[in-house]
């Protein structure tokens, strides 16, 4: 037996056994007569003690074990005389009569330690060792904990797990497809699935009424903190359900998670129309933690001789509690804010509520301190307030007051990462009109149904017809979306025709999905929660990557692994693959 305990698990009931031990050694010093290493594994981390005078010869090798050594001891739990409350074994140590080097290790390029030297280049040229350290083995032990409770809950409701294939055919879910080149078919090419939508749809053809799977999706899109290449999903689909139904079964799972695994209770899971989303909080993902809802101010504003709003589609603002004292300086930063050009706003209008009651504002010259108070109203703001209004095109102005508002929610703190505010958004549009390519998209996917009521207006208002189709949305962060299904061979050959796909191609294309509706589709929908975003969100980070194993930089590169890499000519051959043109 190479151990017998581990090093996480020894106290002081284990005082006086004898025990062998198996682990790296993560740092050693020598106090005079004595030595200490402290050993670990993924457990923790157990003192081992070396004594000159009892034992010189073992000391004396104990002296010369480097960094990351792997080791093997035998000795004896005693009780120590300075405890460490810190670690679970911080109570006793190993008073060592026998060690046997099992391998040794060069001295790693960064220091496996919570906090270490290494930067992110060098942390992921070595991903192995980094996952030694503690902050890493944490979040994924995070998410093997997380994973166990999503299974363990949808198998008690009865969901089966069934794997899906990753060589596919393209699905069209927007972004770009990794794309795999067949040998045996010469010049044909398999798509990793973005998702595994359709096969899940076919399943439900088939009769698996509750279907989930924690899947790999692969999508070649620019990369973010939030974004890798190849990413994890909870996907999942139902049939003989409604949207009720859905979010329901999946607002229940997502209380059991955060339950078990952060302790926190949660309350019913608020639901916004995508439109009220729009108009409240200018985004499809709301951070609803705080307030400092918009408040559209058209009709207060306007004919008032100040050209901007005049001549703006909206005006719209919001009110920041406490901030009338603002400097001219703290202003102009906002100012700079949202001109910045991801934002792209004009300029920033501002009025502060003094708490005398009187108004000081960047537009004086045209709004009198009664119009500024009518504004100030409507706004439902105090005395000490300052209003922040943003005007132009509707889209445009909402998205930038949009940032404005969590840009103020940082500033004010009101972005309590301890405080967890979930919500559906619903009611999301069928369709949307890419003004580029003069066509409409489907905005969740081509599958999604529309609302049975608003069928009869499909064909002539497009762009008016809402989906069952729903977000699930915490702290400003998407965590899923789904919808309810077409499961009818003619209206999806209709919603293809709307975005743009010509019989022939709809055919080539989803012929099998048409096909299968044809025998027996039930009614259907589903959901997908990104499992790397809920992880990472358990763990408290925006960065998805900090949960995965082993992650890709934001070039889409494994650099420990030097890939994507070019291939063997006679590889690029055998595939039928020739290449003309490399970017560099
Ligand atoms: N397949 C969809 C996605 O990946 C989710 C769904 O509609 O169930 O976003």
Redesign the pocket.
Known sequence: MLRTHNCGELTISNVNQEVILSGWVQKSRDLGGMTFVDLRDRYGITQLVFNMETNAELCEEARKLGREFVIQIKGIVSERESKNNKIATGEIEIVVSELNILNISKTPPFTIENETDGGEEIRMKYRYLDIRRNPIKENLLLRNKVGFEVRSYLHNIDFVEVETPYLIKSTP?GARDFVVPSRMNPGTFYALPQ?P?TFKQLLMVGGYDRYYQLVK?FRDEDLRADRQPEFT?IDCEMSFVDQEDILNVFEGMTKHLFKKIKGVEMNDFLRIPYDDAMRLYGSDKPDIRFGMQFVEINELVKNKGFKIFDDAELVVGICAPNCANYSRKQLDKLTDFVRKPQIGAKGLVYVKYNEDGSFKSSVDKFYSQEDLQLVADKMKSNKGDLLLILSGDKDHTRNALNELRLEMGNRLNLRDKNVYAPLWVIDFPLLEWDSDNERWHAM??PFTAPKPDEMDILSTEPGKVHANAYDLVINGVEIG???IRIYNKDIQAQMFKHLGFSEEDAKEQFGFLMNAFEYGAPPHG???LGFDRLVAMFGGSDSIRDYIAFPKNNSGQDVMISSPSTIADNQLDELFLKITKVND
């Open positions: 879910e998702s939508q999706c999903q969740h996917h979306g789904g919808s589903g959901i997908a």
